[in-house]
């Protein structure tokens, strides 16, 4: 056995070798990410989104590996915490990426303790005709029914003048994204949902930091200066999230922070909390976080289904789930993103004028993206459609863009019904789906990540401009 003084000096040890491990790591850190890369025109690739990191990140990355905790532990339950702070939520829920945001949020309602409210097979979800397929998949996967809404040109966000049109007695809920983080109409959305009792998530997985104008809240605000009218009230930017019953994020790297793979779901109800963590935790009963027993003080205390009274509640599972969570050393870096956020959503944000500024003299051959009226977006890429007089395609222009090492990508799947994995599907249609066709044919996007410097943009704006004149 080792004695008192041993112990003392072998922890002393582990200690400063832990130190030296993490000064080594922010050296490096600092040497290969925090270097300024020299840009050279048509060699240098611009793409079109990436993960933007120093030595913060890394060092926070090691430093939670050190510690042994592979799956989510304590720096999951930090991010959690301080996640839902900085976005204004009571709850955070981590799973292991975007697309299962949306699967636990979406499965969450199809519980039977949500009473008449349950989404069940053959109930409706509204959704929009343009967008990317794992906003709409898991509507598909519990058996309900997508019904499509085109989009609007050049917001690229679902047509809210058909809403109602899209509604039936099946209608349960809406599903949506803000498309390249520009917010939809989330207030008419939002009256539309409580007009007829229907659940709305929304997925921000592009449009984190973004806001929409909530004349009801600020109106509230300025309720003691009984001289300003409404029209002289000052309108307040609710975040995207905050409208919907539940909302999604991404933190794959494209995205506006990033911990590799991951994302979350975010609420402010305690009951749909409840039900998204079980649908993450295996479809668990019980709440209990890593590496914790007895909670509740009730362990061996239940009696549920056809179970033994006294059953180990750990090991009790009311809902038919997943496992979706992350592991601890995603949420570290995710932790060191976060002190971040403002500084990439602001460069976002002065990156997308800049292109529009470059851009403005092309409009008679380009569409260029508008924010939708009300709204603050919160940008994650340029889009641009090609006007029928353009003198190059859609395809043929991004081909050149890409022979000068300027990425560019579609924007998703274009109209939805036309992808190979829906032929067969059960869906509906409400009038025509003409602009989503439009996207398809005629649309791309561009960057405006904040790895991206004025000399990139620069470049992209000549670019356009001697292919298109």
Known sequence: MLSQTQNISVSESTDKLRADILALTAQYGRLVHGAKKVF??????????????????????????????????????????????????????????????????????????????????????????????????????????????????????????????????????????HTLGNPFDAVTI?????????????????????????????????????????????????????????ATVSFYPAHHMTMGEGGAVLTNSPKLK????????????????????????????WQLGGLPDGYDHKYIYSHVGYNLKVTDMQAAVGLAQLEKLDAFIAARKANFEALKRGLSDLQDVLVLPEATPGSEPSWFGFPITLKPGAKLSRNALVQALNARQIHTRLLFAGNLTRQPAYQGVNYRVVGELTNADTVMNNTFWIGVYPGLTPEMLDYVIQCLHELLR
């Not at 009963?285 to 009730?298: N, S, V």
């Open 190 to 246: 939002r009256a539309f949902c409580d007009k007829h009792q229907l659940w709305l998530i929304e997925d921000c997985c592009d449009a984190v930091g973004a806001g929409f104008q909530d004349k009801k809240s600020s109106q509230a605000i300025n309720s003691d200066a009984p001289e300003a009218s409404a029209e002289e009230s000052v309108s307040l930017y609710k975040k995207v999230g905050h409208f919907g019953d539940l």
């Open 40 to 177: 050279t025109p048509g060699v240098t690739p611009i793409p079109v989104a990436g993960r933007v990191i120093d030595d913060a990140e890394l060092s926070m990355l090691v430093e939670s590996s050190l510690d042994g905790w592979l799956t989510a532990g304590p720096y999951a339950t930090r991010f959690e915490r301080e996640f839902a702070q900085k976005l204004g939520f009571r709850h955070c829920l981590l799973v292991n990426s975007g697309s299962s945001a949306n699967l636990a949020a979406f499965m969450a309602l199809t519980s039977p303790t949500l009473g008449e409210r349950q989404i069940k097979p053959g109930d409706e979800v509204i959704t929009c005709g343009l967008g990317f397929p794992t906003t709409v998949n898991p509507i598909i996967q519990a058996g309900a029914v997508p019904v499509f809404i085109d989009a609007t040109l050049p917001t690229y966000n679902l047509d809210v003048s058909q809403l109602e049109a899209a509604l039936s007695p099946k209608t349960k809920a809406v599903m949506l994204a």
């Open 274 to 301: 409840k039900l998204v963590e079980c649908m993450r935790d295996w479809g668990r009963d019980c709440w209990w976080g890593p590496g914790c027993d007895d909670t509740c003080g009730k362990r061996y205390g």
